[in-house]
C-alpha cells in the first residue's frame, strides 16, 4: 500500500531527507519513530501530497503521489500535526464540509457522519463549535476528518497529542480497529504509545530510516540496522588490549557496539545475536568468545545473556 524509494529532500541548505526507503504492506499498523526535527513530519506531508520532495519515488494505494496526487488524496486520510479546523464551524458542519470536499456522495453522508461520530467519541459535542473544543476535543474532530470518506490509508502525526489517558486509550483501540482492514502510519516520539498501538516501527534519524522493529506484545523480537541484529544480546566485559578484543570480535561475524569510555583498559560491549536461517536458531557464540579471549591474555570480567527493551534500542537507533 505504500512504497517509498530514495525520498530526498532540502530546506534551503538543510537535508531533512537522505534518501528514505521502506514498504508498509495493507492492513499493517506502523510507528514512524524519531526524535523531534528526525524527517517524521516531512515524510508525512509527503506521503499526503501535501508537500513535493526533491527526488525519489512515493506511491500510496497503487498511485504515485507526484504525478497521480487527486487519486492519492482520494485514498489517504491524513491528520496532520497541527489540526485544520474552522473554529466559527461546528462540529457536524465542519464535517459535512469536509465530507463535501472529499466527495462523498450526499446519501451517504449522514452514515458516514454517525460513524466518526461516535468512533471518535463526539455524539455528545457534534452541535458545538470548534473553537470552544478543548484541545483534546480538536484532537478528535481532526482524526474524524481523517476518517470521514474511509480511506485504504491513514496517515496519523502524533494522533493523540492533547488527550487524557481514557481518551488515548480509545483512540488506541480505534486504531487497532481499523488496522484490520486499513494500512495506517501513525508518527509519534512516545516508545510507549506506539508499543501498544503498532505491530511494527520505523525509525528514522537525521533524515534516514536507521531500523525497522518488528514487535510483539509490545517487545521488540527482530529488529535490523547496520550495528545491532535481533534483540538478544551478550553483555560483554572485557579488560585487555582494544585492537586485540575487537579482532576477536571481528572473528565472530556478530555485530557489536562499545557502550564505554574505554578508561583503564576496560572496555564493556554488546554483542548481537543473529539468527541461523538453516534451523532457526540462535547462534551462542559465548564458548568461542571466551577461549579466545583467555587465549589472547584478555580478562574476561563478566559475559551475559541480555535482551535489549525497545528504549535501549531506539536510544542505539538515534544516537550519534
Known sequence: MIDVQNLTKKYGTLEALKGVSF???????????????????????????YMPANSGTAMVAGYDVFRSSLEVKKRVG????????????????YLNYVAKIKGIPHRQRPDRLAFVLESCGLTERYQQVTGQLSKGFRQRVGLAQALIH????IILDEPTSGLDPRQIIEIRELITRLGQNQTIILST???????????RLLVIHQGQIVGDIQ???????????EDVSGNRYLRLEVKG???VIEFILN??????????????????FQVGL??????????????????????HDCQLLEMSLSEARLEEIFLQLTTT
Open 78 to 93: 491524513y491528520l496532520p500535526e497541527s489540526v485544520p479546523l474552522y473554529p466559527e464551524m461546528t462540529v457536524t458542519g
Open 274 to 295: 543473529v539468527a541461523n536461517l538453516e534451523n532457526s536458531k540462535t547462534i551462542d557464540p559465548r564458548p568461542q568468545l571466551a577461549t579466545e579471549l583467555v587465549n
Open 215 to 225: 514487535l510483539e506484545d509490545g517487545q521488540p523480537i527482530w529488529h535490523q540496522n
Open 23 to 49: 514498504q508498509i504492506g495493507r492492513g499493517e499498523v506502523v510507528g514512524f519513530l524519531g526524535p523531534n526535527g528526525a524527517g517524521k513530519t516531512t515524510t508525512m506531508r509527503i506521503l499526503s501530497c
Open 241 to 243: 588490549n582494544l585492537s
Open 251 to 268: 572473528k565472530t561475524a556478530l555485530p557489536y557496539t562499545r557502550t564505554d569510555r574505554g578508561l583503564n583498559d576496560h572496555y564493556i
Open 150 to 153: 474511509n480511506p485504504d490509508v
Open 189 to 199: 516520539h512516545i516508545l510507549a504509545e506506539a508499543s501498544m498501538t503498532c505491530k
